[in-house]
């Protein structure tokens, strides 16, 4: 009975109801490394000195769902674009030099319904690398819940806004 968790243990004890009150909704199966990836862009919470102009730059990123990792990044100081998410996948993919061993290619790639993720250029690449682009339905952040949560959390990395 020790090694069995509180679901298992209310299963046996009230029956598949109790047990059902212990799942987490919305979890997704057990996944690998590079099995799935979710790519976003968000606006850093500081500003930076652009050609004597003060910006807040954008983050472009994909992290990979199993393991947690952010696998490439791009900072632009001015709004995200194809050639961004391009500059990111890049450096997600490569495993060599600065770019460290986390990365590879992706089995597939959930993104939001931006233009410029959903670009001839940025679909192609993931053509070539033989990935999946799977474009999530509109105002639907919790579809793509990694990349959104790690969004939150890299906002209070505090600076000046």
Same mark, same amino acid.
């Given at each position: 009975?020790?090694? @069995?968790?509180?679901?298992?243990?209310?299963? @046996?004890?009230? /029956?598949? #109801?109790?047990?059902?009150?212990?799942?987490? &909704?919305?979890?997704?199966?057990?996944? =690998?490394?590079? #099995? +799935? =990836?979710?790519? *976003?862009?968000?606006?850093? $919470? &500081?500003?930076?000195?652009? *050609?004597? #102009?003060?910006?807040?730059? =954008?983050?472009? =990123? &994909?992290?990979?769902?199993?393991?947690?990792?952010?696998?490439?990044?791009?900072? +632009? $100081?001015?709004?995200?674009?194809?050639?961004?998410?391009?500059?990111?996948?890049?450096?997600?993919?490569?495993?060599?030099? $600065?770019?460290?061993?986390? /990365?590879?290619?992706? #089995?597939?790639?959930?993104?939001?319904? /931006?233009?410029?993720?959903?670009?001839?250029?940025? @679909?192609?690449? &993931? +053509? *070539?690398?033989?990935?999946?682009?799977?474009?999530? $339905?509109?105002?639907?952040?919790?579809?793509?819940?990694?990349?959104?949560?790690?969004? @939150?959390?890299?906002?209070?990395? /505090?600076?000046?806004?």
């Amino acid at each position: 009975m020790r090694c @069995l968790i509180a679901g298992e243990r209310a299963g @046996l004890v009230r /029956g598949p #109801e109790a047990a059902r009150a212990h799942d987490v &909704f919305g979890r997704r199966p057990v996944q =690998w490394r590079n #099995e +799935t =990836w979710e790519a *976003d862009h968000v606006q850093a $919470p &500081f500003v930076v000195d652009v *050609d004597g #102009e003060l910006v807040r730059p =954008w983050v472009t =990123w &994909f992290i990979d769902v199993a393991t947690k990792t952010i696998t490439g990044t791009a900072v +632009t $100081p001015r709004q995200p674009s194809w050639a961004s998410i391009l500059a990111a996948l890049r450096a997600a993919v490569l495993r060599t030099g $600065p770019y460290g061993p986390a /990365g590879g290619i992706p #089995e597939h790639v959930r993104v939001d319904r /931006g233009r410029d993720f959903l670009s001839k250029t940025v @679909l192609a690449a &993931f +053509t *070539d690398l033989k990935t999946k682009c799977e474009d999530l $339905p509109a105002y639907s952040p919790h579809l793509k819940g990694t990349v959104e949560n790690l969004n @939150l959390r890299s906002l209070g990395f /505090g600076a000046v806004v």
